[in-house]
């Protein structure tokens, strides 16, 4: 960070260092953490502050309420999840996944799920920005195939890392299916889609990229799924994508299965089938619908 130095309050640095506001009036009393003490009497703390702490007392206080604090760009990191900063989260993991750190971006995904912010909150104004900015770098030819696959790689294996940490609720006996037309090669929003539906409850089957779908009625016929969900993003052919989309709807249809559908492919295909309960833009949209 640059410009006007930030203070952090008591509140503040109790959450960073996962203790209780008293603890860290103790330890100022003490002379544990260092502080600075306005005219009025309350305690205001410099990052050097936290810093040091968290250097004398790793082995004492290693774990906190987000994540291991080991340097002072983690307790900056921490500070900004605290806070909600998306703004500065976005630029951070778009950095980190275009730097190949995966335990860097997994840090801010974990930390945000940990700090009881919501999954689909975490995927619609974390992931999704990084995701569409990762896209905009390589159409600008500022980063190569190789780059973009790297870094939304970083992204992707994040977020199923992520997916050992998501509090799942006893089943509630609803299946859904998540599927990908045959020529989707991108299946990160639907792995997304996955872990928000396994958060609900419900008993996922998850088909990942490039999904087989000629004998779809197998699949229905075996498991009976409730619903299905199809995620899809590029069009490479119309005709054929529609006919896809249309055969996996007629066997949904015909079994009493609800379609919920999402991505920017289908801006460019007809979603109007029976099957088809509706279109979903935002995660936040399949985690209430």
Not at 28 to 49: N, P, Q, V, Y
Not at 190 to 207: P, Q
Not at 230 to 244: A, F, G, M, Y
Not at 276 to 281: A, E, G, M
Request: with cysteine.
């Amino acid at each position: 960070m640059t410009g006007k130095i930030k203070y952090f309050n008591s509140e503040d640095a109790a959450k960073i260092l996962g203790v209780n506001v008293s603890t860290i009036k103790r330890w100022t009393e003490s002379g544990t953490l260092d502080c600075i003490k306005t005219a009025g009497g309350h305690r205001k703390f410099l990052m050097s502050h936290l810093a040091s702490f968290v250097e004398e007392n790793k082995k004492k206080n290693s774990k906190v309420n987000l994540f291991s604090l080991e340097s002072e760009q983690d307790i900056e990191i921490s500070y900004h999840i605290l806070k909600g900063d998306y703004i500065y989260l976005n630029n951070y993991v778009l950095e980190q996944a275009l730097n190949c750190k995966r335990e860097k971006v997994q840090q801010v995904f974990n930390g945000l799920y940990l700090g009881q912010y919501p999954l689909h909150q975490i995927y619609d104004l974390i992931v999704t920005p990084v995701l569409h900015q990762i896209g905009f770098l390589w159409s600008e030819n500022k980063l190569s195939v190789i780059q973009e696959h790297l870094a939304s790689q970083s992204i992707k294996d994040s977020i199923i890392r992520l997916q050992g940490i998501i509090k799942i609720p006893e089943s509630n006996s609803v299946k859904a299916l998540c599927i990908s037309p045959s020529t989707e090669l991108h299946d990160i929003p639907l792995k997304m889609v996955d872990h928000i539906l396994e958060s609900r409850g419900f008993s996922v089957l998850y088909t990942g990229q490039k999904t087989p779908t000629e004998k779809i009625e197998e699949i229905f016929d075996s498991y009976e799924p409730h619903r299905m969900y199809i995620s899809s993003t590029i069009v490479d052919n119309r005709e054929e994508l529609q006919n896809e989309i249309n055969y996996l709807c007629d066997a949904a249809y015909q079994r009493n299965c609800e379609a919920y559908v999402g991505g920017r492919a289908f801006d460019a295909i007809d979603y109007s089938h029976p099957a088809i309960k509706r279109r979903l833009f935002t995660f936040e949209e399949v985690y209430r619908y």
